[in-house]
């Protein structure tokens, strides 16, 4: 089973910038497709995005594109969220996740449904504040 471990939550102020890490370790990187997801309080587990750590493709909720990028880094098993013009509807602990029992292609079908994904980190907080 792959481990994950979240790093960069934190507490800003709403229109600045912040950059999420997952570091992964125990399987083949390249192999996975990972996903970020997020959670407020009292709501349900919410995808965020998803990208191929093989082709690099990435697919997006409609509430972040724009304005969320997800990214990996092979050499590191790491991939990234860099969110800007954070909002305070932004407020949740964001979740990243490994998918690595359905192949290496995105799909968006899949990538949405954390059902999909065996593999979660322990959270990170971020906070917006208005």
């Known amino acids: 089973q792959v481990q994950l471990v979240e790093s960069g939550g934190g507490l800003v102020q709403a229109g600045v910038s912040l950059r999420l890490s997952c570091a992964a370790s125990?399987?083949?990187?390249?192999?996975?497709?990972m996903g970020w997801f997020r959670q407020a309080p009292g709501k349900e587990r919410e995808f965020v995005a998803a990208?191929?750590?093989?082709?690099?493709?990435?697919y997006y909720a409609d509430s972040v594109k724009g304005r969320f990028t997800i990214s990996r880094d092979v050499a590191k098993n790491t991939v990234y969220l860099r969110m800007n013009s954070l909002k305070p509807e932004d407020t949740a602990v964001y979740y990243c996740?490994?998918?690595?029992?359905?192949?290496?292609?995105?799909?968006?079908?899949?990538?949405?449904?954390?059902?999909?994904?065996?593999?979660w980190g322990q959270g990170t907080q971020v906070t917006v504040s208005s």
């Open positions: 125990g399987s083949t990187f390249s192999n996975y497709v």
């Open positions: 996740a490994a998918d690595t029992m359905h192949g290496s292609g995105l799909n968006p079908a899949m990538a949405v449904d954390p059902a999909m994904y065996e593999s």
């Open positions: 990208i191929s750590c093989r082709a690099g493709s990435t």
